[in-house]
């Protein structure tokens, strides 16, 4: 498989998050990121440097205004007095009587959504590195260097919305790389989130689109994170609708019901007939992951690759969640060995 990667994603380097009212230790560190390359060199795939970055890819996806915020936020709210070393919002305004304010502190709570995306002196680096990996591999892809990429992207971005950030995520990467495939040729895209938590923010950038389907599955939002969206009635409005498809699954839920959901989670898929699948391949649905709601095996994620594969569509893989424990980067190579065994049964 060939891999692209950057390590300038270490210049995002969180040092806390607000969870249950309280500030606790990051959860979405560097680390991960050298956990999962470590990972795909042991598995003897092919990895590729990405390099230079594309502002008009991230233009058509996210909000001018939001993307000069992560840019700047820092360095206006540094010369505050008394600032903390982190961008955190501490105003919501869930009624919006003004449009965006002035203030440093009243555009956190305009463009950040939680508490889980500080933004410090190195984090627009790290997110745009982030977004570079997701460009080059689409790229890639649609260039026909390889029928199939994995994005090493870290931090994620599948909670990112055009004009906010959530939950980890800054920059939409699965949807920057969708945006780069309709773009590039790819008439159709669909996109198929498998990460434990909710695709808010993708659903949300293409929530009126039918030229993108955005399929997710992931923990019931009644009980989980990101709560406010991720529901079986949300299928899409306008042009868009019936072309978002959200299957909430019990808390505990393990390999064979998993299997079953996307089966036919993937039937919708090929009823669509995209041109390119786009996976945004988080990891967390794992039994071992720190932030654990489902209870996925190693085995379950090496049959979400083989599933994935078997749709034999040109795919890219885009890496979203998946959180520190002994098994992170064994499951990344379950569903790469998943995946590309399937590709070799199929010829
Ligand atoms: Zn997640």
Not at 185 to 196: F, L, P, Q
């Amino acid at each position: 498989m060939r891999v692209l990667f950057t390590p300038d994603h270490h210049r995002h380097s969180p040092r806390s998050w607000l969870f249950k009212g309280g500030f606790t230790q990051p959860q979405e560190v560097p680390q991960r990121g050298d956990v999962l390359l470590d990972a795909v060199t042991r598995g003897g795939h092919q990895v590729v440097q990405a390099s230079g970055d594309d502002r008009q890819a991230l233009r058509r996806v996210h909000d001018d205004g939001y993307l000069a915020f992560l840019e700047h936020a820092w360095d206006e709210w540094s010369r505050l007095p008394g600032a903390s070393e982190e961008v955190l919002p501490n105003v919501h305004p869930g009624r919006r009587m003004q449009g965006l304010p002035t203030a440093v502190v009243g555009r956190a709570g305009y463009y950040q959504a939680d508490g889980a995306c500080p933004i410090g002196q190195g984090t627009w680096a790290g997110v745009l590195a982030s977004a570079r990996v997701a460009v080059n591999a689409s790229r890639d892809l649609m260039h026909g260097v390889a029928p199939c990429v994995y994005a090493l992207c870290r931090p994620p971005g599948h909670h990112a919305y055009a004009d906010q950030a959530g939950g980890f995520c800054y920059l939409n990467n699965t949807a920057i790389a969708a945006e780069i495939c309709r773009g590039d040729g790819a008439a159709k895209v669909a996109i198929v989130d498998v990460d434990v938590h909710h695709g808010n923010g993708t659903q949300g950038i293409f929530y009126s689109r039918a030229d993108v389907l955005t399929v997710s599955l992931h923990g019931d939002p009644a009980s989980f994170y990101p709560y406010f969206a991720g529901y079986a009635d949300e299928t899409g409005e306008g042009a868009g609708r019936g072309a978002n498809l959200n299957i909430p699954l019990a808390q505990g839920t393990a390999d064979e019901a998993y299997l079953a959901r996307l089966d036919a989670a993937l039937d919708k898929v090929i009823a669509f007939a995209p041109d390119v699948l786009v996976v945004a391949l988080g990891l967390d649905a794992s039994r071992d992951d720190p932030l654990a709601f489902l209870a996925l095996s190693g085995d379950g994620f090496r049959r979400i690759g083989s599933r994935l594969g078997g749709l034999d569509l040109p795919t890219l893989l885009v890496q979203e969640g998946g959180y520190l424990s002994p098994v992170l980067g064994d499951n990344l190579n379950a569903v790469l060995e998943g995946f590309e065994s399937s590709k070799a049964g199929s010829q």
